[in-house]
């Protein structure tokens, strides 16, 4: 199993940004997906996910009405739209996917990972 993260970068305070997630090695539309994101001396925290149809999102309080999860089952890909970005949404950030549980926010829930994008936010 692979997930490969790719679209981080660094933008001005105000922007945004579009991750992306690639899937390989397992049945994709099985899987519930979530990005989660890891600050310099913090821990990893959970950000969005979204169930293996698409119909059911969760949110962090931190990013809701700024980013939007969202999936693409025929390409085997997750996206994490982030807009009206801020400062403190630097961090590396990590796609995760989650045999068939939905709305699971604990980062030991998870079982691949992907290797992380860098997100760097300046003000």
């Known amino acids: 199993v692979q997930l490969q993260a790719s679209g981080g970068g660094l933008v001005q305070a105000g922007g945004s940004l579009r991750l992306s997630c690639a899937a390989s090695?397992?049945?994709?539309?099985?899987?519930?997906m979530a990005w989660f994101r890891q600050a310099p001396g913090k821990q990893r925290e959970f950000v969005a996910t979204i169930s293996w149809g698409g119909s059911t999102l969760y949110y962090a309080d931190s990013v809701k009405g700024r980013f939007t999860i969202s999936r693409d089952n025929a390409k085997n890909t997750v996206y994490l739209q982030m807009n009206s970005l801020k400062p403190e949404d630097t961090a590396v950030y990590y796609c995760?996917?989650?045999?068939?549980?939905?709305?699971?926010?604990?980062?030991?829930?998870?079982?691949?990972w992907g290797q992380g994008t860098l997100v760097t936010v300046s003000s």
């Open positions: 090695g397992l049945t994709f539309r099985r899987y519930s």
């Open positions: 995760a996917a989650d045999y068939q549980t939905l709305g699971v926010r604990e980062p030991a829930q998870y079982d691949y």
